[in-house]
């Protein structure tokens, strides 16, 4: 079975967005947050990969992932706000395999055999991975005011278990608390009866990784279908599951049965038209060729899926879960400040191995912790936890511990530096103590200012001797 990789590298996500840089080209360490999924596919086998993108970022991804093994195609879209992951795949050509959808957001070590062999083994129509929901919330920089707007709707998820494999599921549904209407979830009786155990959990996440069956992409792009996958197309695959066909079938079988025989050789003779907008008509057929059957018209493939196959197991939409997030495994999807934060604090392991050294199962990060362009005076401590990109300046007796530091960084005499992270042409003046803070691309951090477990957005400029903890500090709120 062919599988096509694709990447969704769109601009700016609504989380992401006071970072005032798009998020494929986020720092994670001394990446560019794209650069993990790349390499992720890079590591699990993939020697070429689709990527879409806007015209004016595909130079800056190109740079960001040139030292990943892996041919690229980039696919430009529109530079607008609702076009959406569908509308990129109807850009795909039909080859009839299936396609392997990633977020450039996701960073994980996942095996990815395992989440290929669950699509394949069940016969799955879509496959998808769900991981733990948790964010580590201690000591987010910012306050509770960043943060508040940019907790996600909980996905509550029922499902049931797969044979096989404990880690593999049938997804019976998946409603987002927003739309959860009167505090209730109702399933048919059919389907209580179908399944002997219904698990519902509130403590996992759709990260965006997606297997989709051929025959979907071919329904997406015959119907040309536009906006979200997952908001708009996934609830409706995995409501058609068990929708009862008996209806429109017995309709079929009826008319036939009470036309005269003149009428029926007739409909022998000429089969009814094929109705290509209906999804069960693409899964039938899919089915149907997959078995070998011959393909005549909707009735034959209804009849023979009827005898090969229960009718409500045509579409299926199973799930990868990936809920035991230890030191050794992750997936985190980058789709807010809280999650970036993470992401970079995860690369303050000592322990955790430069790229060169990544075994195939573990998240690799980056060659050299001190960019050997970085001009670093004599008397100066960085810790073994920390990272210092290329062309930085660190200047007479200053400490930098557990933190990372990006591109064209100036950093004068007597700065202390803890559990921070520095984006790209940051300045910071002499006496300065930084401690838990975030601070965006080209802010000033002029003498002796404390600041701690605070947000410093970007082009931004601090007055000598201020002093902040837990602050937001945003373009009304600055002194210049």
């Known amino acids: 079975m062919e599988l096509q990789a694709v990447v969704m590298a769109g601009t700016y996500g609504d989380g992401t967005s006071d970072l005032s840089v798009a998020k494929p080209l986020l720092p994670i360490g001394k990446k560019k947050l794209i650069w993990y999924p790349i390499n992720w596919l890079s590591q699990s086998g993939f020697d070429h990969v689709i990527i879409f993108t806007i015209d004016s970022m595909r130079f800056d991804i190109e740079e960001a992932i040139s030292d990943v093994q892996i041919q690229t195609k980039f696919i430009t879209i529109p530079d607008r706000d609702n076009f959406g992951t569908l509308d990129s795949l109807c850009l795909l050509e039909q080859t009839g395999g299936d396609?392997?959808?990633?977020?450039?957001?996701?960073?994980?070590?996942?095996?990815?055999?395992?989440?290929?062999?669950?699509h394949r083994l069940h016969d799955s129509s879509v496959t998808m991975l769900l991981s733990s929901n948790k964010e580590n919330k201690d000591n987010l920089p910012g306050g509770k005011a960043l943060h508040e707007g940019q907790e996600r709707d909980l996905d509550i998820i029922g499902m049931a278990s797969l044979k096989g494999d404990e880690n593999a599921k049938r997804i019976i549904f998946a409603i987002d608390e927003f739309d959860l209407q009167d505090g209730n979830v109702r399933t048919k009786r059919e389907i209580s009866l179908k399944f002997n155990k219904i698990e519902t959990r509130i403590d996992l996440e759709d990260v965006h990784l997606y297997i989709i069956s051929g025959w979907?992409?071919?329904?997406?792009?015959?119907?040309?279908?536009?906006?979200?996958?997952?908001?708009?197309?996934?609830?409706?695959?995995?409501?058609?599951?068990?929708?009862?066909?008996?209806?429109?079938?017995?309709?079929?079988?009826?008319?036939?049965?009470?036309?005269?025989?003149?009428?029926?050789?007739?409909?022998?003779?000429?089969?009814?038209?094929?109705?290509?907008?209906?999804?069960?008509?693409?899964?039938?057929a899919s089915l149907a060729e997959r078995r070998g059957d011959v393909i005549v018209d909707d009735v034959n493939i209804s009849t023979h899926c009827n005898k090969s196959r229960g009718r409500d197991d045509v579409i299926t939409c199973n799930a990868m879960i990936n809920d035991d997030v230890t030191d050794e495994t992750t997936t985190l999807c980058v789709n807010n400040i809280a999650r970036f934060v993470q992401a970079n604090r995860m690369l303050f392991r000592a322990d955790l191995p430069p790229a060169s050294e990544t075994?195939?199962?573990?998240?690799?990060?980056?060659?050299?912790?001190?960019?050997?362009?970085?001009?670093?005076?004599?008397?100066?401590?960085?810790?073994?936890?920390?990272?210092?990109?290329?062309?930085t300046e660190v200047n007479e007796k200053t400490t930098i511990k557990r933190s990372i530091i990006g591109k064209n960084c100036k950093i004068a005499s007597n700065v202390r530096i803890s559990n921070c992270i520095l984006m790209d042409h940051v300045s910071i003046a002499s006496g300065c103590v930084l401690q838990g803070t975030v601070i965006c691309s080209n802010a000033t951090i002029h003498e002796k200012c404390e600041i701690r477990d605070s947000f410093i957005a970007s082009n931004k400029s601090i007055k000598p001797n201020s002093k902040f903890t837990r602050e937001s500090l945003m373009l009304e709120e600055m002194e210049i």
Do not use: W
Not at 257 to 282: C, G, K, L, M, V
């Open 359 to 391: 075994s195939d199962n573990s998240p690799a990060t980056t060659t050299t912790k001190i960019h050997p362009s970085c001009q670093i005076a004599t008397k100066v401590t960085i810790t073994s936890e920390s990272m210092v990109d290329e062309r």
């Open 216 to 284: 979907i992409l071919k329904y997406i792009l015959q119907q040309k279908l536009e906006g979200s996958f997952r908001r708009d197309l996934l609830p409706f695959i995995i409501s058609k599951q068990f929708d009862n066909q008996d209806k429109d079938d017995d309709d079929v079988m009826k008319s036939t049965n009470s036309s005269s025989d003149d009428d029926d050789q007739q409909q022998h003779e000429q089969p009814r038209e094929q109705d290509n907008t209906d999804i069960y008509f693409h899964a039938r």
């Open 99 to 118: 396609v392997l959808v990633v977020n450039c957001d996701l960073i994980t070590n996942v095996q990815l055999h395992k989440f290929v062999d669950i």
